[in-house]
């Protein structure tokens, strides 16, 4: 009775510490939380809330993420995408309201998933019935490798040019109001 009390709480112990290493930090913490916003002018926004891991000496892009499958775009819950207006993204349109957002990467190209459903830990993705629409993004290499995920906002023209840069990678879409 010992022994299978002990190896019931070892294997409990193991499962456990086996579930912590899964969520992407040391220690089992959490990736810290990040937002981004857009202004477009007019009091027109969008805004980006996510979680950002960190590279923590690892490859990233075709390892830990994997090529043509689809990734939350980040740490923990999925990220979400809040445009209090309609917007233009990568020539799609989308109407005013909170969408959730996943990419598919590639080595040359990344599409962007803009979803209805909200409120998703973020995998496995099986919410393709949701899709609002997907949209084409450019892939560049960056000069330096940036150690904490991040998705931010450049100005640019009438819009804002979405910009996810992690590792050696930055994938970025351009917005604009309607």
């Known amino acids: 009775m010992r022994k299978r009390i002990a190896l019931s709480t070892l294997l409990t112990l193991v499962f456990s510490a086996a ?7 040391g220690g089992g913490k959490p990736s810290p939380a990040a937002s981004a916003t857009c202004d477009l002018g007019g009091g027109k926004t969008v805004k980006t809330d996510y979680s950002s891991p960190r590279m923590k000496s690892r490859k990233i892009y075709g390892s830990l993420v994997p090529f043509g499958e689809v990734w939350r775009t980040g740490a923990n819950e999925a990220t979400t995408f809040v ?3 309609d917007v233009t993204v990568g020539g799609k349109a989308v109407p005013a309201g909170s969408y959730t957002i996943f990419t598919v990467p590639a080595a040359d190209k990344w599409t962007l998933i803009i979803n209805k459903k909200t409120g998703e830990w973020g995998i496995p993705y099986k919410y393709e019935s949701d899709e609002l629409a997907r949209v084409d993004m450019k892939v560049s290499k960056l000069a330096a490798p ?3 995920f991040t998705i931010a906002y450049d100005k640019s023209g009438s819009g804002c040019t979405m910009r996810i840069d992690w ?3 930055r994938a970025s879409v351009d917005i ?3």
Request: net charge negative; hydrophobic share 35%; aromatic share 6%.
């Open 167 to 169: 590792e050696t990678t």
């Open 176 to 178: 604009s109001a309607k």
């Open 83 to 85: 445009a209090s207006s």
């Open 146 to 148: 940036v150690e904490n």
């Open 19 to 25: 579930a912590f290493a899964q969520m992407g930090s």
